[in-house]
């Protein structure tokens, strides 16, 4: 036999559908419903699984926990980020939390850092924001403001919210960037 180009596979899978269909009209076929059997090219009976339903895997993230000693600005200002979330990222993640962040009372004037990684020391020096001993952000409370590191772009920052991560764009799932700290204050 010689090369097999597409319409070789589609001949043979029509073929084994004409087959099956043959068999089953004389009574040759399977009498179970998970199973449909029909004979290939070269007479041979063969099987596949019927599949009747469809049940995708469906991911559950955990929930963020509020931590009450947290400044409940904070809490606002996850509020104000995830009402004004935009569905897909603008790459203005800094602007949009330094603009909720400001909203909330949650820091005293407008952050003046450019980039999202810069973030991280301008909270801390500039307006009383502790870094958290938290490496996993899932576990950042809400309200906290989590920052990521990149040697060759701006980074990312973004506002933990009760089911998911705010910043220009709402998300279920972290940024995959290298974390520099989870941040809040009291």
Known sequence: ?????????????????????????????????????????????????????????????????????????????????????????????????????????????YPKTPYAKQAAQELVSSYGFKKLPVRDPFKAPVGSVLVYGDKKAAGHVEIRTRDGFVSDFKSKIPSPRPLIGVFTKS
């Open 1 to 109: 036999m010689g090369k097999r180009g597409p319409h070789t596979l589609i001949f043979v899978v029509a073929s084994a559908f004409l087959t099956a269909s043959a068999a089953h009209a004389a009574g040759v076929a399977s009498s179970s419903k998970s199973e449909f059997t029909f004979k290939d090219a070269s007479g041979k009976t063969q099987a596949a699984s019927i599949i009747s339903k469809f049940y995708p895997k469906k991911i559950e993230y955990p929930v963020a926990k509020i931590d009450r000693s947290m400044n409940p600005k904070l809490l606002r200002a996850a509020t104000i980020a995830e009402e004004r979330a935009r569905a897909h990222s603008r790459e203005r993640c800094w602007h949009y939390v330094k603009e909720a962040l400001l909203a909330a009372g949650a820091v005293s004037s």
